[in-house]
C-alpha cells in the first residue's frame, strides 16, 4: 500500500452517516457553489444535501461502494461541512466522529491510542510523517 493513499478513496463512510446541512447561501442558486439541485430545504437558514436526512443517509453526490471505491462527483463544489470535516489522523489529531462513521459500515479505526504512540514513537525516531492534508470527506 502506498503510504500516500487518501483512506477516504476507500471510504466514503461519513458521506453516508452524518446529515450534511449547511447555510442555504451555499448553494449556486443563492450565489454559492453547491448544485442546488443537489440539495433541499431543511429549515429557514439551512440546506441539506440530498439524500443524507434519512436514517439510513447517502449523499446524493456520492459515487461508488462505501469501503471500496468512492468519490464525490461535486469534490470541488462541496459544501462547507464536507470541506471542514478531517479523517481521523490528519495531522496527528483524531476525529472520533470519522471513526464512527467508518465503524457503521465495519471498516476499522484510523486512528487509535496505540497507532498515535507508534506514530508518535516513529516521528521521534527522526523520520516525518505522510501526509496528504487531503480535506475530508475527500475523495
Ligand atoms: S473522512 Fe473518515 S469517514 Fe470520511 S471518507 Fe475519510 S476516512 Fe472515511
Ligand atoms: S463530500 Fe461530496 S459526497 Fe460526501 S457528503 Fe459532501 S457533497 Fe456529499
Redesign the pocket.
Known amino acids: 500500500m502506498s503510504e500516500n493513499l487518501n483512506p477516504c478513496i476507500t471510504c ?1 463512510a ?2 453516508a452517516h452524518f446529515r ?1 446541512s449547511f447555510y442555504w447561501a451555499e448553494a449556486n442558486d443563492a450565489g454559492g457553489c453547491v448544485p442546488a439541485d443537489l440539495t433541499e430545504q431543511l429549515n429557514l437558514f439551512m440546506r441539506n ?1 440530498r439524500g ?1 436526512n434519512s436514517k439510513t443517509p447517502r ?4 459515487e461508488g461502494e462505501i469501503g471500496q471505491c468512492v468519490s ?4 470541488e463544489d ?2 462547507t ?2 470541506r471542514a470535516f478531517a479523517q481521523s489522523g490528519e495531522d496527528n489529531v483524531a476525529n472520533p466522529a470519522c471513526d464512527r462513521a467508518r465503524a457503521r459500515y465495519g471498516l476499522p479505526p484510523l486512528f487509535t491510542p496505540q497507532l498515535h504512540a507508534i506514530t508518535e514513537s516513529y516521528v521521534s525516531a527522526g523520520a516525518s510523517t505522510a501526509s496528504d492534508h487531503v480535506q475530508s ?3
Not at 59 to 62: F, G, M, P, R
Not at 72 to 75: A, E, H, Q, S, W
Open positions: 466514503g461519513c458521506c450534511v444535501m443524507t449523499c446524493v453526490a456520492l464525490c462527483t461535486i469534490y462541496r459544501p461541512p464536507c470527506p475527500g475523495l
